[in-house]
């Protein structure tokens, strides 16, 4: 057996960071969550990139759905490029960066700052400029993240975002069902570890595949795609499902690969009809879920934990994904620790 | 010969779609700036899918740059699956459709209206839902769209929006700008339609390929790769150059295909490092701009006219890349008219 990569060592720790960030996060989770009611937006808008700007996206539900937030994900270019300053005074405005370095996502904070906007960061580096340009940050306590792929603090910063909803709406369940989620990471962990190997074989010489997601995890379609890409140097491209039918569905032919994130909740209705097209289109398919009639549907099941409430099923079922796009990096004879031309923190301007 | 297709016809057509509109859309854009400025918005949401996005996308950075906006893109779905209403009461909601038929996005404009938001509809069809659910209507005047792929309405929908901006800045040289868009889209085919061909063949066996821009023409990228996923059934990824940086980089090596959307403007910075990049790993590259130094480093270039202004450049620029999807078609033996697994009108719920 050959030593455990950096890649995968970060997966497994996930339970332990997810458990400190519940305990460690709990005060500044009240302070930025005091500090936003009081301020009372007019909307929110978030400023990331990579797999943090996947995070937003996963906010854009939970904020929208449980704290009746539109919200925005900002084009930071809008102000590095252009010199242009939208108006976000009105607005809740959040940074994501796990390094806290991002000249330009540091640029829209502080920018919304002047403007009068509360505004907050999550990142990992509670020193960074992010933190220093906003009145609260919520730190992921995940511990230094030495593989060049994001893992454990992509699912804390979904996590710190998680408890800073459940904190704004007050709502008693919502926080019980927070002390639950390091418990099934823990469970999918369990689950999954010993079928990616199959399934990565039926899929390592893809070229190219679909991830498909929608509503609450839209987010993790993205997330899968992107470690895929990452670390395999395969084109993943992620769609939700609604927008695959809006025309890119022309694409997808005999043998094409496509994974299926349908982890249980509002957007399953969608499933069957999927299936069925899928399935006359001859596509290939991994399924990522909880639902027995959908792994049933599929070549490859990657099985979640059952009874996940919805809002917090991203978290856990974006490590069913980080463990299968490992072990197509191992399938794929990469090195999941060295993908090749990327750096672990990106200075865009 | 072949006769033409409906797509290459369209395409053709934009000309005399983009002029009409300039004519008949003054009053309706006059009057929806001047709701607009009378409920003076906090922020805009824009309700878009498909082709429609990318028009989205276009107006994040038009009325942000210009009309000092923060602009959101909606997430139907939170209102079609999840019944949730974000606050919406004091933005401009912004629904676009050809069609003005899609429910979800209907739902989004007929929800922001009941709590009090200025709505307006950019559709082909001011009969429809769509438009009848908002306060204001800007009307495509692109006559029917027979083509599956979105072509006329596409370029009619961001001239419409870039009048709208235009008006309510109320800027009189910006309005002069608009009067030669016209123009400079048909010098664009005159320059590009006798190369595409060429071009295509070096790329109709590609599978897949990135397409990469920034800033007012990330919209461009989108818009390329979705035409050429719905007529080649070729998987096309689009990039900022800035998201490609942080992670997908990766994927690029010898002989990958990536289509470069450069027109001249504030992103042109970064140019010349994204194509020493590209020149170290080998990549093959089609490169869609009006800049000499750009072009003469690409394996096959596109020439866009000199000295049209940033902010309507993706008008002009979309279609290089709607005449190179048509061509990548034609090159790959399949029917433009009859895009497999597509409808025009996608009823997502």
Redesign the interface.
Known sequence: MSPKSQFLSEILEQPTALRRLLAEGREPTAAAAAKIKQFAP??A?IAA???S?NAARYA??L????N???????????IS??G????????AVIGISQSGQSP?IVGVVATAAKQGAVTVAVTNDPSSPLSRASSATLPLFAGEEKAV?ATKTYTTELFALAMLSAELEGDAERKAVLEKVPGYVEQVIASVEGRVAQAAQGFANA??L?VLG??FNYSTAFEVA?KI???S???A?PY?V??L?????????EQFPVIVVAPSG??QVDVPKLFD?LEK?GARVLAISDRADVLARAQFGLPLPADVPEWVSPIVAIVAGQLFAHALCVATGADPDK????SKV?L?H
Do not use: F
């Open positions: 007019e909307w808008l990139r990579g797999s700007d854009q539900y904020l929208g759905a449980h009746g937030l539109g919200v925005g994900l900002a084009v930071p270019s809008l490029l252009y242009a300053a939208p108006r976000m005074g009105r607005a330009d792929a070229g190219k679909v929608r509503g992107l890409k990452e670390t140097y395969i084109v491209e939700s609604a927008d039918l809006h025309g890119p569905v022309a694409m997808i032919d509002a957007p097209l289109r993908p090749r031309g990327l990106t865009t």
